[in-house]
């Protein structure tokens, strides 16, 4: 079996390419030139027709959003290692909450941060009032993450890999925008957890496909990946 992994560096793809990792399972890539667009031309949105990175190809069919795509891999692909509790598992439940809360709240606010103007229209004024409303948000978020968030030394589960991802993302976006806001020496038991992450092989696997240097996710510096673009 073989996946086709439609990604660009530095996106959310890189949930996806991760979890591929851990569970060793064979794929190739294929870019999503974001220079031009490419996520909202015809022929990607054969794959997925919301026109967003990821996509992955399966030999059920195209699936996209990354949190279906990750739990999919996981509960599939369960016999050499478990990446998520079982359906019968206490645990199932809590694990579905945080990781839907990393999806719903924490991924989806951070992505009207790095695009103000999907929630708040033209004006520059409005932009940036939108912009510290959505940091209050996301500081709470991670406040209650470094709090509550299972993070143990332990085997990782999809959600620590996602996590590990969006730690790294406002660090280094907006580009152009002050992201002071944002010290991950703020929540030691997060920042625990991303140096715990970038040191397994598939982050290492990670870094040299997408270019993301040493400590991708605990310190992190701008992707420079050998095709495409990360913005």
Do not use: K
Not at 87 to 94: E, I, K, M, V
Not at 112 to 125: E, I, M, R, S, T
Not at 128 to 144: E, N
Not at 196 to 202: G, Q
């Amino acid at each position: 079996m073989s996946y086709v992994l439609h990604y660009a560096p530095d996106n959310a793809s890189l949930v996806v390419r991760l979890v591929l990792e851990e569970l060793r399972l064979p794929y190739r890539t294929a870019l999503v030139d974001r220079s031009v667009s490419a996520q909202r031309g015809a022929d990607y949105r054969r794959v997925n027709p919301v026109g967003r990175i990821p996509a992955l190809e399966t030999p059920d069919g195209p699936m996209f959003e990354t949190a279906a795509i990750c739990l999919w891999l996981a509960d599939r692909h369960r016999d050499a290692v478990h990446l998520s509790p079982e359906a019968t598992d206490p645990a199932r439940g809590s694990f579905l909450s945080w990781l839907f809360f990393l999806s719903n709240s924490v991924h989806a606010e951070m992505r009207n941060l790095f695009y103000p103007h999907l929630v708040a229209g033209p004006d520059p004024d409005q932009q940036a009032m939108a912009s510290q409303q959505i940091q209050t948000s996301l500081t709470t978020h991670f406040d209650i993450l470094n709090r509550l968030y299972p993070c143990t030394e332990r085997s990782p589960t999809i959600s620590d890999l996602y996590l590990a991802v969006l730690l790294r993302w406002p660090a280094l976006y907006p580009v152009a925008a002050d992201r002071g806001w944002f010290d991950l020496a703020r929540w030691p038991n997060l920042h625990a957890l991303a140096q715990r992450i970038e040191m397994r092989d598939s982050a290492l696997a990670a870094i040299r496909a997408e270019g993301l240097g040493p400590t991708p996710f605990s310190n992190p510096h701008p992707a420079t990946p050998p095709e495409g673009s990360a913005l």
